[in-house]
Nanobody, 124 residues
């Protein structure tokens, strides 16, 4: 069992930065692929970024490449999402998720555990 708690969301102007954190409980955190997803009002939850259990592989959706960076600290059981050059279209609730198998990191249905989400609002 893994419990996830996100933090770091807030209101920021376009062009600004935020760093999201996701703290995990459970002894097997280091074996999970971790992902960030987001959901804007009226839209489906979409993949943002993922990182392999070792941190050696990272994946991003095209719209955030070059602006967002995912990282993890297995000793602290925490995964991060550094978001730079934020745009109004990045406004959404951001969710952290854990996947035991890591095969289809882009597919939200593959993930076994989810956090409660943190709101990110980017003003123009």
């Amino acid at each position: 069992q893994v419990q996830l708690v996100e933090s770091g969301g807030g209101l920021v102007q376009a062009g600004g930065s935020l760093r999201l954190s996701c703290a995990a409980s459970g002894r097997t955190f280091s074996s999970y692929t971790m992902g960030w997803f987001r959901q804007a009002p009226g839209k489906e939850r979409e993949f943002v970024a993922a990182i392999s259990w070792s941190g050696g592989s990272t994946y991003y959706t095209d719209s955030v490449k070059g602006r967002f960076t995912i990282s993890r600290d297995n000793a602290k059981k925490t995964v991060y999402l550094q978001m730079n050059s934020l745009k109004p279209e990045d406004t959404a609730v951001y969710y952290c998720a854990a996947d035991r198998w890591g095969s289809a990191y882009w597919d939200r249905l593959e993930y076994d555990y989810w956090g409660q989400g943190t709101q990110v609002t980017v003003s123009s």
